[in-house]
């Protein structure tokens, strides 16, 4: 990552659903131990299944709904 940065330091770097939907399913295992984690998963299944703007759109709502329940949750591990 820090050499295309340096080469390309304009590149937008994209990973594809299958990719970010596979790392997250891994960190969160098969049965997350919090609700956030079992409501993670959930969404993170749907990933893949986009198939338009509109449900694009859908997966980014519903993912920030996620983030705002449970910002202090996902900070107290950034302290650890």
Known sequence: MRAIAIVWPKAIIQR?????QREGMR???TYPK???GRELRILLRT????K???ERDQFIENYRTWV???RDFVKSFAHN
């Open 68 to 70: 705002n329940k449970y």
């Open 47 to 50: 990933l893949c299944s986009i």
């Open 27 to 29: 960190w969160l295992r």
């Open 52 to 54: 338009s703007v509109k």
């Open 34 to 36: 919090t609700a956030a």
């Open 16 to 20: 594809c659903l299958y990719h970010i």
